[in-house]
């Protein structure tokens, strides 16, 4: 190696030699890593974006089972025999429909999404 700090060359033998590899296969390594580094961060980006979208689509529909909870509550009461027969009725029909929980269980933790693709 020309032009490189003496310190430089001789940590970069003790990490090759720490690896098992000569100074050419191990600078060989380093330099194909250091190739795709800037892939792997946009990669790294896109999934911290996606991650970001995932959180905000869970809390609007979070937000809208809640609006669904008291629409239904100022619709049929709090009555859980109502609230009951309604989840009866939601889940025999076809298609997105939402789970209401009885009374002793309301919380949005509690709700569960349906689907039925037939």
Request: aromatic share 6%.
């Amino acid at each position: 190696m020309r032009n490189v700090c003496p310190v430089a060359v001789s940590k970069v033998d003790r990490l090759a030699k720490e690896k098992g590899l000569s100074r050419q296969a191990f600078l060989k390594e380093q330099i194909e890593t250091l190739s795709i580094m800037e892939e792997v961060k946009k990669q790294e980006q896109a999934i911290d974006d996606l991650y970001d979208r995932t959180i905000d689509t869970i809390q609007r529909c979070s937000d809208a089972m809640t609006n669904m909870d008291r629409t239904f509550n100022k619709l049929f009461g709090e009555d859980e025999e109502v609230s009951y027969r309604m989840s009866l009725t939601l889940l025999q029909q076809k298609g997105p429909r939402i789970y209401i929980p009885h009374q002793q269980q309301r919380n949005v933790s509690h709700f569960s999404l349906v689907f039925d693709c037939t």
